[in-house]
């Protein structure tokens, strides 16, 4: 139960800080016109039905959120500075869209979809994130680009004991594994390669890659269980 009031906390939240933040916008107008054209296209690939609508605001911290109620996807531009690549950028969009798709499924137009994806908002975050990587390969972006914005943006905590968020190094593995059985043309024709935050990635995912490895040699079909 606590954990459900808290989750409901945190989306009146952001439902209240859309009418604060509309307002004042001191963003470069190039940059928003990008970050909605790349939204746009990964809307309009995948054919999805839920409106959606994209904001760019004058924040300092980094972060993307989808707001429950109005299913605004609203980017900082201090996470914008940090990334390098459009296909990065259409990453973090591509994941927020999942959430936006969640949150208007069910009874009501998704009236009640914040307490499925509070109770459950790990598993949530992990179907974001492989469903992203299908969102971004329609769209014609890289799926790699998770895994390296993810290494950039997401934090590391010693142990799994977010409310919210499953261990980033979990998230990059599983993704890993999605885009190994899933999109493997991309690991052969790796384009990231010699990507200073994907090489972190394979320098930290060893023992991640190594289980991966174990699985694929015994043919198991059981859930990894990454650290």
Not at 134 to 162: E, M, T
Not at 202 to 212: D, G, P, Q
């Amino acid at each position: 139960m606590k954990k459900l009031i808290i989750a409901i906390a945190i989306l009146l939240f952001c439902s209240n800080v859309y009418a604060e933040t509309t307002f004042k916008l001191s963003v470069n107008k190039e940059d928003v016109l990008k970050i909605n054209r790349i939204g746009y296209n990964i809307l309009n690939a995948n054919r999805i039905k839920e409106k959606m609508v994209f904001e760019l605001v004058d924040k300092n911290y980094v972060n993307a959120c989808t707001y429950y109620s109005t299913n605004l996807i609203s980017v900082t531009d201090e996470l914008l500075k940090i990334i390098e690549k459009e296909d990065e950028l259409a990453a973090i969009l591509a994941h927020e869209i999942s959430h936006g798709v969640d949150y208007r499924q069910g009874i009501l137009k998704g009236y009640f979809s914040f307490i499925a994806t509070s109770l459950n908002s790990k598993k949530y975050e992990y179907k974001a994130d492989k469903r992203a990587a299908d969102y971004l390969v329609k769209a014609g972006y890289n799926p790699l680009a998770l895994i390296v914005a993810l290494n950039k943006i997401a934090p590391q905590l010693r142990f799994d004991s977010s409310l919210s968020h499953p261990l980033t190094s979990k998230r990059m593995a599983e993704i890993y594994e999605y885009i190994y059985v899933k999109y493997p043309q991309y690991l052969v024709q790796n384009e990231y390669k010699d990507n200073i935050y994907y090489q972190n990635f394979l320098i930290t995912s060893k023992e991640n890659r190594k289980k991966l490895e174990n699985k694929i040699k015994s043919n198991s079909k059981k859930k990894v269980n990454y650290k």
